[in-house]
């Protein structure tokens, strides 16, 4: 088993203060907010705050806490987001923040944080200006509370945002932005759509895999992805097609949260950084765009780092203690891929308008080639590609699983 190596010297674990997990969770918001301050705000988007505000607010006013509501927060949140977010916070003299979503609402929440107890732009504290942990001040309590299985955002240190005066994204990191509590209530789940289902927790698995076969991967950071993966494995497919089935919701719920202590304290690798540029591409959720790129990146890195990718291959079912290390390694990118089918997942692209034509998509491989590079992933990944063969890598995905008539679509 690999442990922290000379040259990551030692590893900083991080996690959320508390962590409130099962059915009912939700109503401790109120507990926890009154521990930290007096006045809360909500952070999060109109659509979930329709849905599941009117609990929390209760559960907030129920503990005596005051509660401010910032309910603008857009996918893929923007720097202007965070700024009209940061502006309620101030103009109504809060102290604690309550983050109601996914991975946005987390995002923005752990923003409106570092502006709260921090001086500077936003932009000014990614990594590409400040480095890693700049983030000079710890952030105000911030309780999560996630109402999708997949982000894992609530138990990391980083935060994404998009500036759209440059059309890019970019990552904020340190531990001073930690959550100091998550709430994890599989039962907000429940109401999630199949779609976001799949993607979700196609999502939590790329975190799981990928965090397992980082060059930063260790004991610590494998044992939460094998357990994710496992869970995750026996518990999406019966999430997606009963999502009343709250063993499976729970299952779920506590493997994102493994899959997100996992790329947290290790990192994702080349998927998420090809899914970022086309996801934007094709204007599809960042979980579809991970699944549909996932089993070429593993049948690509199986030989470079074959013993995870057997175990990969065994716990999915694909493999067995007859096959050897190496056999077993090349059938983890197939057996990916019907972990995908299971769900259909591909199918959902339809829900997105037509795919670009193969021409207008070899137009932009260059471009996506490159942000992909520029996000760093890459260099996480085991095997490290060449332009060329990140390029081809963008081609196989159109022609296998893009194209209205390519082997995964048919
Ligand atoms: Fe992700």
């Not at 067995?320 to 995908?340: I, N, S």
Request: proline share 5%; charged share 25%; net charge negative.
């Amino acid at each position: 088993m690999s442990e922290p190596t000379p040259e990551h010297g030692t590893r900083v674990v991080v996690s959320p203060g508390r962590t409130v997990l099962g059915v009912d969770a939700v109503e401790k918001t109120g507990t926890y907010a009154a521990r930290h301050g007096e006045k809360v705000l909500i952070v999060a988007s109109q659509q979930i705050f329709d849905i599941h505000g009117e609990r929390i607010v209760d559960a907030l006013e129920g503990a005596g806490v005051e509660v401010a509501t910032f309910t603008d927060v857009r996918p893929d949140p923007t720097v202007e987001n965070v700024e009209a977010a940061h502006q309620v916070w101030d103009a109504e003299g809060c102290d604690v923040i309550v983050t109601l979503g996914g991975g946005s609402s987390i995002d923005v929440g752990k923003s409106v944080g570092i502006l709260a107890t921090n001086e500077g732009s936003i932009r000014s504290f990614g990594v590409d200006k400040a480095g890693y942990e700049g983030v000079p001040n710890p952030a105000p309590p911030i309780i999560a509370v996630n109402t999708t299985a997949g982000t894992g955002s609530e138990t990391t240190r980083t935060a994404v945002l998009s500036d759209e005066s440059t059309s890019t994204k970019f990552i904020i990191v340190s531990e001073n932005i930690v959550p100091d509590v998550a709430i994890e209530d599989p039962e907000l789940t429940r109401s999630l759509p199949k779609s976001h289902t799949a993607f979700t927790g196609i999502d939590a698995f790329t975190h799981a895999i990928e965090a397992f076969t980082s060059v930063k991967s260790y004991s610590v950071t494998d044992d939460y992805a094998r357990d994710a993966m496992e869970r995750i494995v026996d518990s999406l497919a019966l999430a997606w097609s009963n999502g009343d089935n709250m063993k499976a919701r729970t299952e779920m719920m506590i493997a994102q949260f493994k899959a997100g202590k996992a790329f947290g304290n290790s990192s994702v690798a080349l998927v998420h950084g090809m899914a970022r540029p086309l996801g934007a591409q094709l204007h599809i959720p960042h979980g579809l765009a991970n699944g549909l790129i996932l089993p070429y990146v593993v049948e690509f890195n199986s030989m470079a780092a074959p013993e995870k990718y057997a175990e990969v291959a065994r716990l999915l079912g694909a493999a067995d203690e007859f096959d050897g290390t190496r056999q077993a390694a090349a059938k983890a990118g197939d057996a990916v891929e019907q972990l995908c089918e299971d769900i259909s997942l591909v199918d959902y692209l339809d829900e997105f308008g037509e795919v670009p034509s193969r021409e207008e998509y070899l137009d932009v491989v260059p471009e996506m080639t490159q942000d992909a590079f520029d996000s760093g992933s890459p260099d996480n990944n085991p095997r490290t590609p060449t332009r060329d063969e990140l390029e081809e890598l963008f081609v196989t995905v159109y022609d296998d699983a893009l194209a209205p008539d390519s082997r995964r679509r048919s």
